[in-house]
């Protein structure tokens, strides 16, 4: 499995705090709203990739309100190229920062490696709103809901737990991990809602920081810093899960805590990004909120930056 992992260490030259995460999944979201600088190169280790068709089901752990549940499947839909025709926008598709324009660094890792570009396909949501396993929730339990929600060979299932439910190490050490089943054949992503629990970690830029420089907090571009900050994790998450599902895929460092796509770029969201700045953002006028990728339906998201192969930097959609 993945995690974001938190290790704090103030840096008396540079006022910062890395918020690392270690663990034993792979690819996980680190507790950091830092930037972290990227490794010179992400190794593929010749193991299988979440390539082509890939059914993607969502397992509502909790209470989410319609609303909610939208902010997260439209930007599910936004991945993918027959959606572009619906992006609320009077830019050139080709000069929209999209989601899908973010989501085309991950294609290039895929033909690098000689697969089919992944395309993601929602296939079904389930609803547990009165938490069958209660609201304190064990790793290993949340593999157990993913494989409950969706146990066919090659999927992928998204647990998504609630604003009041309290998961293993959730805000102590990570924001949300992937991890695989016990057969290695289909795979799943952890996040929580942080917004009751630890906002300050796991919903920045969109909430003060617990640590660190103290900036003054971005808007959230659809409104509610949770799902926003959820967004965030889930982006980061599917990027290293597609790319790194079963741990022999593309990341640096150890197997046990490997850096990957999304967290090579940790805290980088926009051009010129530093510790404790997000970087330059696009800033919808009516609202105030930040922004830097359109999604269908007239959606805006704030996306992670990820290690672009070809140039071995960050990359941003902005």
């Known amino acids: 499995m993945g995690f974001i992992q938190i290790s704090r260490k103030v840096s008396l030259l540079l006022f910062l705090v890395q918020l690392n995460l270690i663990g034993s999944c ?3 979201r ?7 600088p990227p490794p010179m190169s992400l190794t593929y280790q010749k193991g299988p990739l979440l390539e082509g068709a890939l059914p993607v089901s969502i397992l509502w752990y909790g209470k989410f309100s319609p609303v ?36 085309g660094t991950i294609q290039t890792y895929m033909k690098k490696a000689g697969k089919k570009e992944t395309r993601i396909l929602l296939s079904n949501q389930f609803s547990d709103q009165n938490c069958s396993l209660g609201k304190i929730l064990k790793r290993s339990q949340v593999s157990e809901l993913a494989q409950k929600a969706n146990s066919k060979q090659g999927a992928l299932t998204l647990v998504l737990t ?67 900050g959820m967004i965030v994790n889930i ?5 290293g899960a597609v790319t790194n599902p079963f741990g022999n895929g593309y990341f640096v460092g150890s197997a046990e805590a490997p850096m990957e796509v999304a967290s090579a770029c940790t805290g980088v969201y926009g051009k ?6 997000a970087g330059e953002l696009l800033v919808d006028p009516s609202t105030d909120a930040s922004y830097n990728a359109l999604g269908v339906n007239g959606r805006k998201y704030l996306l992670p ?11 941003t959609v902005v």
Request: glycine share 8%.
């Open 26 to 28: 792979l690819g996980a």
């Open 235 to 239: 982006a980061s998450l599917l990027a």
């Open 305 to 315: 930056a990820l290690f672009d192969p070809s140039t071995s930097l960050c990359s």
């Open 162 to 228: 609630a604003k009041d439910v309290a998961v293993e190490g959730f805000c102590m050490s990570n924001c949300g991990f992937h991890g695989s089943n016990t057969n290695h054949d289909s795979a799943f992503i952890w996040v929580g809602d942080s917004v009751s629990q630890c906002p300050g970690q796991c919903a920045w830029p969109f909430h003060q920081p617990m640590y660190g420089p103290q900036t003054a907090p971005l808007g959230a571009p659809n409104g509610d810093v949770g799902v926003d």
């Open 68 to 103: 909610q549940k939208s902010i997260v499947v439209d930007f599910l839909l936004s991945l993918n190229p027959e959606k572009k025709h619906h992006l609320n926008t009077e830019l050139s598709v080709s000069a929209q920062p999209s989601v899908y324009k973010w989501w």
């Open 30 to 36: 680190k507790l950091t709203s830092l930037y972290q």
């Open 272 to 277: 010129g990004a530093y510790p404790g700045y």
